[in-house]
Every structure is written in structure tokens, then in C-alpha cells.
């Protein structure tokens, strides 16, 4: 178990990252609560409850369940889980367990923050991508209509407890597309961790569930530090969307129902790593070494087939467009992204068709 | 005109009130704004849209209408503003001026800090409740089911901008509406402002709008006093909830047809009053004078058909009640609050049934 300190502004805690994390909900004084409720999805709290509550000897937990997949982060989804929490008799003074994806994350983390204007929660991440990203760093959301993430607030979790051992039952495809979340964090944070991914790669396996927690401790420490440093995004923590850029458009476009999260990120870091190659900004090697890596983890869905024009369209929709100015987001090289708004439209439509051409094994 | 400063910790902001401080709206650069919105209902921005952008000669405001009325205070309608906020460009730069009564006030601040995870915006307060009391501090909400501000935030505006003027178009019902807030912050406060509304009570009528300026800016003044010390309700804000525990219980229970916000506190200061009164907490004499002075405002909707026992199972629920415990805010004397969760169910209820037969004019 490692224990990391996300020191923010509003709040600072810890996220604990290992086997066993998970008992570390006693660090929490439980009588400071009235009540507390865990917001799961069926399928993960029918594998995993048990476990959690033995680990963490919290009794009277109550659950709250709904649907699996990104339709649950809507206002609607939103304002069920308050009245659920509501006619359970939640108060001021609950707390709210996130335990599930990023799905259940997000939602959880939104409802929380404005539930009576604000109460407890805690994230207990059982994803890749939400263990070593989205349940760190206190940004919430819901979507609307097909515009992700457009309504959330910045609201600290209590505690973020995230025990690999869960990741034994995900499906390898959601556990392959957590990797990219990984990768990103390699470009972003140096050779150390990229180093790391590239010798042990091919033991990051749901079987290998138990033995992966430090590679992903380290991968959470890439975002515990930028966030510590910007809680808000006003700079630094701009770096965190390597590949989010046209992966949001990319998932957009295809109404979330062709790729998961990291797969579509990993389009993207695979377009802008490009970008940078042909603008210059990076050395053709140090871009090919990256898109090797994001290849070696497997098969991605086709985007051969989408229009570059509407992928372009979506682009300036984007909350990162500011003005009508797309603030790109490019590798230099492993360890060090620059952010640029001097990129024209026809080069980063040119990037993209490059890549949509790239020809996969 | 008279500028208030509220000093809460998240943001420091100005509430100007009096005639013509609408110009203020210049204090604001225009051009750290990209786009400037306008959340607004039909009617009221027929009447004053005009007088509006003629005095802050800001132009291209964009207007988004939504339908009066507390239904508008929904999560659906939150989301539609959100919508209609991205399909016309708005970006994290925008800013959101929310121009009307309570309601828009609540929605807007719940918009504007959910967008995109939170936009600058400014109260522009049409209604006397508005420019004495929900403008001011910060708090956000929309309702969810029956639960009037289940799901909210704290979010300062960049400004509040009050002018007495656009009243004299209020009817006098939502008119006299906003005086039991007004009376509401005298008791809290003191007899300064009490012995002027007992002097000045027959002269706070819409057709004299323009010269209430300083009474509103006195009673605005309490709220401001009371939350640039407590921003986020800890203790002393709970003041401001005296008269809406049964407030909120009578709204509710007549689905929000019978009462306006005003009038159900009215009520509720009757209830709580007596309570008191009956406890021993205030002097019989200053009771009937609190209650006197609320009585001259006019009738109010009648609360004799209500059944008690409905009405006290629905304190439990509200916002203010934790682990099951009221926190009654009850009157001391004029100027003196007390908070107290030392008041039996049975002793409440009966506070209730004696203003219930209390014969009014």
C-alpha cells in the first residue's frame, strides 16, 4: 500500500493505492456521519460488496444502484440518486462512497457536491482509469445531451481508495483501454514510468490484478502531483488532456458507443503525437516510441471511416476552446507537453488524416 | 446608490443598491468576457431588457428565456439552460447575468457554477426578496421533486446589482411578498431597522419603488453582515433561516400553489414566534409586536385546513434537520437570535395549532 497526499487548495487527502486500501476507510471517523450510502452498479457491488465490507467493518452501509455505462451520468441520473438519497433520509451530515468507474465516479462526485450544497465522499475507483485518474483530483460531471462533461463542479473527495485486486474481474477490453489512461501519464510525467510500461507491459492483465499496484501507484502519483499544483485547471493541470483534445470529439461523433474512454484518448494521443512530429515540435523517433507503445497494447476500434470535417466541427465545441481558439495539448517529448494555440485548423485536420490512414497490425 | 461589500472567503464581491445601479455593471471588464448571456423571463425582461441595456450600454447580450414561475427551479430546467448556453458559443469565459426574481436568481447561480464547472456571473435582483435576501451570498439551488433546494452550491457572484425602480411593475402581492423578508432581517438584526418598517410600512408599496431604495439597502445590509461571516451556513448563517422551517413545510405541502415564499415565512416567523413565546424564550410583549408588525403586511393565504401532523413530518426532512434533529432558529428578542434543538415535537405542533386559530383581520 502506498499512500499518496493530494495537497488542493479547498481540501487536501489522501488517495491510498494497493491491495488492501480499501480498509483504510477507517481512517475516516465513522461517527461523524449519520449515514452512509455507497452509489455501485449492480454488477460490481454483486462481486465486490462482500469483499468491501468486510475490509472495511462499516456496517448499515446502503446502496444505491443504477445502470451501467455513460447514460447514468446525466442530470436525470443526477437527480434520481438526490431523491434516492433523500427518501433514504440522507442529511447534511452523510457520506457519499463513489465505488464503481469513472461512471459512478463522476456521477457520485456530482451529486455529492450539490446534494444539500455539499456533503462528504469518498471515491473507491474499480477501473484502471479511474484508479490512477478520474477518481483523483475532485472534478465532477454529468453530460448533456451528447456534450460530455459540460455541467460538474471542482469538489475534493474525502479519500481516494484504490485496491488493484478489483481489477481482476473488468473485462479486458476496459482493462486494456485503462492503459492508455497509463501511457498518457508516462508522456506526460518521463522516462521513469514510460520505461516501466515498456518492459512490463505485457503483465499488466486482469489475471495479474493483485501484483500491478505499484505500476499504477506510480501512474497515480503523475496525477496527484499536477493536481496539488492546479486544482483548477488554470494552467498546469492542462497537461492532464494529452489526447482528450480529439478523443472527446472522436467518442462524440460516434455517440459513445464505439469506443471506450482511453480507446478513444488513444486515437487522440496517437493525432496529436503526430501533430507535434510534423509541426516539429518532437523528434520523429521520440514520437514513433510513443505510438509504439499505444499500438503494443492492442487492437483499437476503426476511425477510418469518420469524417475529418465533423471531427474538426466538434473540436471548437470543446470546453478546452476558449474563444473559438483550440488550446492544443502536444508532447515535446517524453516528460514534457507544451500547450499551444498556434496550431491552424488545416494542420491538425492533416494530423488526423495521417493517423486515420496509419495501418494497424 | 449604495455599495455593499460581502467578504466571503471563496470571493469578495459588491452589491450595489439603489436607483441606477444597473450602470455598475461597468465595474466588470467587458473583455475578459468572451460572450455575455442574460437569464431572464419573458415578461419581466419586456419591461426593463430595454432600460437594462441602456444603462450598462453593454450590447449583444444574449437572452435565454425560461418559463416564470417555481417549475423553472428543476434540475431539466438546468439542464436546458446548459444546453442553450453550448448551442450559442458560451465557453469558460462567458458570463451569465441572472435578471429576475428568486428563482432565476437560484437557477441562474446553479447554471453559471455548473457550467463547465463554474462561469463568472452577476445577480441582477427584480424582486424585493431578490434585493434584500436571495441575491445576496452566494447559495445556489434548484428543487428536486417537492424538495424545494435539495441540490445546489455555494458559488459568490461577481456582483449584485439591485434598482429599487424595476419594482414599481411588481404586483403587490409578490410585492408584499418580499416585506416579510424584509421584516425577517429587522428582527434578526435590531430595532434600527424594525421602528423604520413600524414608521415607514405604509410607504413600501410598488408605486413608490424608487424612493425604498435606503430601507432595502438597510435590510440588504443584514444579509450581507451575516454571510461575509459565515459564508457556508456553519452556524451564524442559520439566523437567516428563522420563519423557514414551517415555511418550507407549508410550500410543500401545498405543492407550491398556495403560498409565495414570502408569505409561508410569514407563517413560519407567526409559528416560531409563539413557539418561543410559549417557552418562555421572548417577552410576550415583544412577541406581539413582531407579530403585529407582520400582520399589517396584509392577509395571508390561509393555513387552518393544513393538518399539523402533515406538516411537522415534513420538518423532519428538511436541510436543516440533522440526525433527525430540528434546529430551530427562534426570536430572543428584536435582534436577538437563538438556535436551539432543545424544543420537543409536541411543543412545536402545538406553536403551530395556536397560530393556526389566530383570527386575522
Not at 465516479?105 to 455529492?112: C, R, T
Request: net charge positive; no cysteine; aromatic share 6%.
Amino acid at each position: 500500500m502506498k499512500t499518496l497526499r493530494v495537497r488542493a487548495k479547498s481540501n487536501s487527502y489522501n488517495v491510498i493505492e494497493g491491495r488492501g486500501s480499501w480498509r483504510a476507510l477507517g481512517t475516516l471517523d465513522r461517527a461523524q456521519y449519520t449515514t452512509v450510502f455507497v452509489l455501485t452498479e449492480k454488477g460490481i457491488w454483486e462481486k465486490w460488496g462482500g469483499a468491501f465490507e468486510r475490509a472495511t467493518r462499516w456496517k448499515d452501509l446502503r446502496t444505491i444502484i443504477v445502470p451501467s455505462g455513460e447514460t447514468s451520468k446525466s442530470m436525470r441520473s443526477a437527480e434520481r440518486v438526490a431523491g434516492s438519497l433523500l427518501a433514504q433520509g440522507a442529511d447534511r451530515r452523510s457520506l457519499l462512497i463513489a465505488f464503481g468507474g469513472g461512471v459512478i465516479g463522476d456521477l457520485g462526485g456530482f451529486v455529492a457536491s450539490t446534494y444539500m450544497r455539499g456533503i462528504d465522499y469518498v471515491q473507491v475507483p474499480t477501473t484502471v482509469v479511474a484508479q490512477v485518474d478520474s477518481a483523483i483530483g475532485g472534478k465532477t460531471a454529468v453530460n448533456v445531451g451528447a456534450m460530455k462533461n459540460l455541467v460538474g463542479t471542482f469538489a475534493p473527495p474525502r479519500l481516494v481508495l484504490a485496491d488493484p485486486s478489483v481489477l481482476a474481474t473488468l473485462d479486458e477490453r476496459t482493462f486494456r483501454s485503462g492503459l492508455y489512461e497509463v501511457i498518457k501519464h508516462a508522456v506526460i510525467s518521463g522516462l521513469s514510468l514510460f520505461r516501466r510500461l515498456e518492459e512490463d507491459l505485457d503483465k499488466l492483465v486482469p489475471s495479474n490484478a493483485r501484483n500491478i499496484g505499484p505500476v499504477l501507484a506510480q501512474a497515480a502519483q503523475v496525477k496527484v502531483n499536477v493536481v496539488s499544483r492546479d486544482e483548477r485547471e488554470a494552467g498546469l493541470r492542462r497537461v492532464l488532456n494529452l489526447g482528450h483534445t480529439f478523443g472527446h470529439a472522436l467518442e462524440e461523433i460516434t455517440h459513445y458507443r464505439r469506443f471506450l474512454h482511453g480507446e478513444a484518448v488513444a486515437w487522440g494521443m496517437l493525432a496529436v503525437t503526430t501533430l507535434a512530429a510534423r509541426a516539429g515540435l518532437i523528434k520523429p523517433a521520440e514520437a514513433l516510441r510513443i505510438k509504439t507503445l499505444i499500438f503494443r497494447v492492442g487492437k483499437l476500434p476503426p476511425i477510418r471511416d469518420l469524417r475529418v470535417e465533423k471531427v474538426m466541427a466538434l473540436l471548437l465545441r470543446d470546453k478546452k476552446s476558449v474563444g473559438g481558439r483550440i488550446h492544443w495539448v502536444l508532447p515535446e517529448r517524453i516528460g514534457r507537453i507544451k500547450i499551444s494555440a498556434d496550431i491552424s485548423f488545416e494542420d491538425a485536420a492533416n494530423a488526423f488524416r495521417e493517423v486515420q490512414q496509419t495501418r494497424l497490425s
